[in-house]
T-cell receptor
Framework: AQKITQTQPGMFVQEKEAVTLDCTYD???????LFWYKQPSSGEMIFLIY??????QNATEGRYSLNFQKARKSANLVISASQLGDSAMYFCAMREGGTDKLIFGTGTRLQVFP | DTAVSQTPKYLVTQMGNDKSIKCEQNLGHDTMYWYKQDSKKFLKIMFS???????INETVPNRFSPKSPDKAHLNLHINSLELGDSAVYFCASSQVFSGGARETQYFGPGTRLLVL
């Protein structure tokens, strides 16, 4: 079964607008971590934001925030005030408690246009 | 001030050859990983090492052999390269806290391997 699902293969957003990238996950482990990474066209993987399953508040890092809805098993990434440099692939990933490996979704390609 | 570095960045080679990719991290982390990203951009873990000890070994052909001389280095040696090995290989590192508390994996820039 797919553990991390990103249903949007591609998204478009206009500069300065906000955009939400969807991510749902599947686990029976009560302890887990959720991550978002950005992969620009240059190819590197850049860590953006982390949410722990026991965290009471949604994570925020600058223009990035994570809309964590535990009951729905969703961990959507919200990018506010999009910039042209935000154009990239975005990957959602999960680490289950007791394991050390990240399980990645298939990614969403975001394109920001002027 | 590079955190996780990999060499080479690009590797083009013939089928059947043996090649190595090197990874070094200067973050003081005790766990390192190899991930493979295929042509459809799907990322999957291959191996992880904690303090030079193999922790994760996913279903990877035994032509792939990781080696960790110390906790700052994790190399990947690939024997008898095949066309299907063409991919981007990422090294990553993290600090594992006691009790399995949160840690983030930081990735290297990737090595683009093309097998002809």
């Amino acid at each position: 079964a797919q553990k991390i699902t990103q249903t949007q293969p591609g998204m478009f957003v206009q500069e300065k607008e906000a955009v939400t990238l969807d991510c749902t996950y599947d686990t029976s482990d009560p302890s887990y971590g959720l991550f978002w990474y950005k992969q620009p066209s240059s190819g590197e993987m850049i860590f953006l934001i982390y949410q722990g399953s026991y965290d009471q508040q949604n994570a925020t890092e600058g223009r990035y925030s994570l809309n964590f809805q535990k009951a729905r098993k969703s961990a959507n990434l919200v990018i506010s005030a999009s910039q042209l440099g935000d154009s990239a692939m975005y990957f959602c990933a999960m680490r289950e408690g007791g394991t050390d490996k990240l399980i990645f979704g298939t990614g969403t390609r975001l394109q920001v246009f002027p | 001030d590079t955190a996780v570095s990999q060499t080479p960045k690009y590797l083009v080679t013939q089928m059947g050859n043996d090649k190595s990719i090197k990874c070094e991290q200067n973050l003081g982390h005790d766990t390192m990983y190899w991930y493979k990203q295929d042509s459809k951009k799907f990322l999957k873990i291959m191996f992880s090492y904690n303090n030079k000890e193999l922790i994760i070994n996913e279903t990877v052909p035994n032509r792939f052999s990781p080696k960790s001389p110390d906790k700052a280095h994790l190399n990947l040696h690939i024997n008898s390269l095949e066309l299907g090995d063409s991919a981007v290989y990422f090294c990553a590192s993290s600090q594992v806290f006691s009790g399995g508390a949160r840690e983030t994996q930081y990735f290297g820039p990737g090595t683009r391997l093309l097998v002809l």
